[in-house]
């Protein structure tokens, strides 16, 4: 797939020696900061190439507008200037200014700098792609033990939806949903006898099992891009009154994805039939988590998320829910 650059430069001279340098890509232009804005929403480029002194909203704007946005912060950005100065250099830097071309281009040296930074932004991509497959992955392995088939996938439903009512951030969102995907992955390295048994485990067995967030820790710590949902993912079975594991968390300590795993987890389990008994309705299961708030997990996000049930059938949508990868 051709890389997409947007070229951002008032001087209609600057524009076409870079369009006519760099032919080989797809090329987007803008000559001020407002239409950059709408085409980097539109388009998602790979890269972008913005002057700095622009009338109206400057190259300095435009960089921090981008940088500060999640969906776009990692973006590639190459300012253009005609200034030497370390200062502007510096200010630029600082704003999350990726590289520097300098007037008058020199067209070799402009797309030796496109290329390397190019391969950077596609390594970011790969990494970014990692909890994905991971989680796609893990999905595979659940068919395999019918007593978790979609569990993953229904407790990212959960978690999810909960998110959306605690945080407005659309990160937060995704990254909840990954985490929800992956927070089983420790079972990965518990024997399978033990995860399949139908008949009460021995407490030998049950240690077993209450080692798979650790376990599930280390999995994922050894992949990039995965560090923000590490923590939820290791503290998702710790309890508010401090009698969890694996850490005895109580609280605020434990962090707020993991609070909202806990719940979701839970409720997908109640639910679910299970060989020593029968499925809880939706109801039946939401007594159960008000009965435990404030012991087992945290009161508030339980409250929000009998507020997420009321009316609505939230076990028929999880089952029909397809995680995008």
Request: hydrophobic share 40%.
């Amino acid at each position: 797939m051709v890389p997409k650059i947007l070229i951002v430069d008032d001087t209609i001279t600057n524009l076409g020696i870079l369009k006519k340098t760099l032919k080989e890509f797809s090329i987007f232009e803008a000559t001020d900061g407002r239409t950059a804005l709408k085409i980097i929403n539109a388009e998602h480029p790979d890269l972008i190439l913005l002057d700095i002194m622009m009338p109206g909203v400057d190259g300095h704007s435009v960089l921090s507008i981008i940088k500060n946005n999640e969906s776009t912060r990692h973006i590639p950005v190459m300012l253009i200037t005609s200034l030497d100065g370390i200062e502007d250099k510096l200010r630029s830097f600082e704003k999350g200014a990726d590289d520097f071309l300098t007037k008058p281009f020199n067209p070799l040296e402009v797309k030796a700098r496109i290329h390397s930074l190019l391969r950077v932004k596609a390594l970011q991509d790969e990494i970014a792609r990692i909890p994905f497959t991971l989680a796609s992955f893990v999905g595979r392995i659940e068919i395999r033990n019918p007593l978790t088939a979609r569990h993953g996938t229904r407790t990212a439903f959960y978690a999810e939806q909960l998110a959306k009512k605690i945080s407005h951030q659309t990160t937060d969102h995704e990254r909840m949903r990954i985490a929800a995907l992956l927070h089983d992955i420790g079972y990965l390295e518990i024997n399978d006898l033990i995860r399949k048994k139908t008949t009460p485990l021995t407490d030998e067995e049950l240690l077993e099992i209450k080692t798979h967030p650790v376990r599930g820790t280390d999995i994922c710590a050894a992949w990039p891009g995965t560090k923000y949902i590490i923590p939820w993912i290791r503290h998702h079975h710790e309890r508010y009154d401090g009698f969890g594991y694996p850490d005895g968390l109580a609280g605020a300590e434990i962090p707020i994805g993991a609070r909202i795993l806990s719940i979701a987890d839970a409720f997908d389990a109640l639910t679910t039939e299970r060989p020593y008994r029968k499925a809880y309705t939706q109801a039946e299961a939401l007594v159960i988590l008000l009965e435990n708030a404030g012991n087992q997990w945290d009161p508030d996000y339980v409250a929000l998320f009998c507020e997420l049930a009321e009316g609505t059938d939230l076990c028929a949508e999880a089952n029909v829910f397809q995680p995008e990868f």
